[in-house]
């Protein structure tokens, strides 16, 4: 009897991944699971911050899809190795602050070490030729093998009879017969798949659950990272504070982060010892955290902006209470700032 | 059988799972983890890894706005 092989499968919460692990899985193969967790791809942060998201929660899609696939699934923090690979990338970004081939690359990259660590024989994607405009194009596929290390262990069921051969295939521990050939951006042929396997439920292709194709998150990182002369080093809590609440850059030493709602509030709470923190003692008014260097003028400056996104912002004078981040803590009278004293070049 | 106390407060989902994880790995089957969060989202995502890997769920609390999950490594 022939020895079972066994193999990981990048396991993204898509529908891709999860087909690809489970054409695999039908030919007799040990799949598992594993998931990289950088810091960004995270689509269930805003929601479990946010107040009115809580009514719902919303799933982990790759536990989720390990659970429907009936694997283990092992989630790796990847947080400080991602770093290079965002701030240096070498294939460069893609529309926003996106460094997917190079990321695709790293994933692959951590497969390797993992499968060698842990005794498994090869790699699973759920890459498509084309499906991708950066990351998942023909010419990128070797590129994606080739510097991650992986090469021929790097097997991608869903187009796989569209590439060379791999060590799986040529092998037999696969049969390449039973592996497809789709190509391009079309979903019809996945959406075919997964009927095939009983699956009526998957998370819809968004171009995945990165925070870093977002526009808006990618405008605040370059802010943030601009604002600190260049020097691109960040941690987890730079990562999250650029989720939550209205960014507003009055000038290059010091921007504020309001909260929109009471679920914010609470989060930025847990920050007040890392930041100078106001909130308006006269009226209600959400919390805000003032991030840089402020001087005592920008502090009024700033009172009087929070004072703006309270229910003060039509008095004439509103109490801004101060913290600072040893806890010390004054109260000030300002005039709320109007609205158009605040030029759209100060919101991030 | 040990009972440990892991305090994932703050942390947002996946780091409350990759913290449970990396604790049962330091655990004897049989062993009780109570993981503290105070992300709702630990409710869904710390059961459904428990069902995947072979943990069972004890018990889950929700009370004052952080959500407790009690498993028994299997």
Known sequence: ?348 | MNKEVLNARRLLCPLPVIRTQDKVKQLQVGDQLEVICTDPGVMQDIPAWCRINGHKVLETISADNEYIVILEVG
């Open chain 1, 1 to 348: 009897m022939s020895m079972q092989r066994k193999a990981v499968a990048l396991i993204s919460g898509g529908l891709d991944s999860m087909l690809a692990a489970k054409t695999v899985m039908e030919q007799g193969v040990h799949v598992e699971g594993i998931n990289f967790f950088t810091g960004f791809c995270v689509e269930g942060h805003t929601h479990a911050i946010r107040e009115r998201g809580k009514a719902k929660l919303k799933r982990n899609n790759s536990l989720w899809v390990a659970e429907q696939l009936g694997i283990k699934l092992h989630i790796v923090d990847v947080i400080e190795d991602y770093k290079n690979v965002l701030i240096n990338p070498r294939h460069g970004y893609g529309a926003h602050m996106n460094p997917c081939l190079d990321c695709k690359i790293f994933m692959v990259k951590k497969a390797r070490q993992w499968i060698a660590e842990n005794g498994f024989d090869f790699i699973i994607t759920g890459e498509v030729i084309g499906q991708r405009p950066m990351s998942q194009r023909k010419a990128t596929m070797p590129i994606v093998a080739r510097e991650s290390g992986a090469d021929d262990l790097l097997l991608r069921p869903l187009c796989a009879r569209n590439l060379p051969a791999t060590l799986p295939e040529r092998e037999g521990w696969v049969d390449r017969e039973k592996l497809h050939a789709i190509t391009g951006r079309s979903r019809k042929p996945q959406m075919e798949m997964a009927e095939q396997f009983g699956f009526d439920d998957y998370a819809q292709p968004a171009g995945g659950c990165c925070f870093l194709t977002d526009a808006s998150y990618s405008s605040k990182l370059v802010d943030l990272w601009k604002a600190r002369e260049d020097n691109k080093d960040y941690d987890l809590d730079d990562v999250m504070l650029l989720k939550v609440g209205r960014h507003i850059r009055p000038q290059q030493n010091f921007k504020l982060i309001v909260a929109r709602e009471e679920g914010e509030g609470r989060f930025l709470q847990g920050y007040k010892k890392d930041f100078i923190s106001m909130n308006s003692v006269s009226h209600s008014g959400p919390l805000v955290l003032v991030d840089g260097s402020p001087s005592a003028e920008d502090l009024y400056l700033a009172a009087s902006i929070t004072a703006r996104y309270g229910q003060g912002r039509d008095a004439e004078q509103v109490d801004i209470n101060i913290m600072s981040k040893d806890g010390s803590e004054r109260t000030i009278q300002v005039k709320p700032l109007l609205a158009e004293n605040m030029p759209q070049a100060w919101f991030i």
